[in-house]
């Protein structure tokens, strides 16, 4: 039992809102349940009114995507003076740009798959066909194409064969204004949550993904039965400890905080292969923190609630 007021933020107006929503929903009752407290709130216009006259003790965002994970409303709460479970918004915004954080990566002697991010007016302006041949000289084939901002595999492509990269180029600008394209890796996908409700932050079981199509793509991370998870991934344990210590060393170069996921992959020589990093990861029914909460031996409301005290206690 808590006698903390804790208000839950979902929704919102991005390409990931009902996804966010669903987050939203299972922590608001896993907490509910725990006996919290808990506002369910919608990012919207009334949402500033919301939390000054019905302020509460701590915010929990469950956003996704757009001005949830890019720093936008967590400036908000910090202009509010309300303590929040997140990363602080400059830490947000250093995350959300993928480009960049790939750099970041690099420049500290971690492994990203290699890659190039141009806008759409390259295209226009110096012309397609050249483009594209000259980043297939580059990286080779296959391919994977993403927006450099946002989530849930939203946009993402995977190009086997050059003659199918402007119909990939055409559907990933659709989300984004400029695209990263990357080298594919082979391996087994994993994804490794990071959560500091103790005294230390500390990475949970990974957990590997197999999905029969072979691309984690939206539909498979939301549908259930479309794919299956290990926790732990099917991995040797000095390979476990690398990710342990790859996805801590990420979480804390880029200044995240409370919690976050990193999603990556193990090549055939053992080596963590990041993707990408995300500052707010889902929490539904099919999502990957709490199937590895679950196999750490906890449930999503004890963390949460742990987190919860943090903001709090890092407030006061």
Not at 144 to 173: E, H, R
Not at 181 to 209: C, K, M, Q
């Amino acid at each position: 039992m808590s006698d903390r007021t804790v208000a839950v933020l979902a929704g919102g107006l991005s390409h990931e809102r009902e996804v966010s929503l669903r987050s939203g929903r299972r922590l608001a009752g896993s907490l509910r349940a725990n006996g919290v407290d808990v506002r369910e709130w919608d990012v919207d216009g009334s949402l500033l009114e919301r939390l000054r006259s019905d302020r509460p003790d701590v915010v929990a965002v469950a956003l996704h995507g757009g001005e949830g994970e890019n720093g936008a409303v967590q400036q908000v709460l910090e202009l509010l003076h309300l303590p929040f479970v997140g990363t602080p918004s400059g830490a947000c915004r250093r995350a959300w740009d993928k480009p960049s954080v790939k750099a970041e990566l690099v420049r500290a002697g971690l492994s990203t798959p290699d890659w190039v991010a141009l806008p759409h007016s390259t295209f226009r302006e110096l012309g397609a066909q050249g483009v594209l041949e000259a980043i297939v000289d580059r990286l080779g084939l296959p391919l994977v194409l993403k927006p450099d901002q946002g989530g849930s595999a939203l946009g993402v492509q995977v190009v086997q064969s050059a003659a199918d990269l402007p119909a990939a180029m055409v559907s990933s600008f659709a989300y984004a204004d400029t695209v990263l394209v990357e080298r594919f890796v082979a391996g087994t996908e994993v994804a490794v949550s990071v959560v500091h409700d103790g005294a230390d932050a500390r990475a949970l079981p990974p957990v590997e993904v197999e999905v029969s199509s072979g691309f984690y793509d939206y539909t498979s991370r939301y549908t259930p039965g479309a794919a299956t998870f290990h926790c732990p991934a099917r991995l040797p344990e000095t390979v476990l400890d690398l990710l342990a210590e790859t996805a801590l060393a990420a979480h804390r170069l880029l200044g995240l905080r409370d919690v976050s996921r990193m999603d990556a992959i193990v090549d055939g020589d053992g080596r963590v292969q990041i993707l990408e990093l995300n500052v707010s990861p889902g929490l539904t029914d099919t999502s990957l923190l709490p199937t590895a909460v679950d196999a750490d031996g906890s449930d999503l409301a004890t963390v949460y609630q742990a987190l919860v005290e943090r903001a709090a206690t890092r407030s006061e």
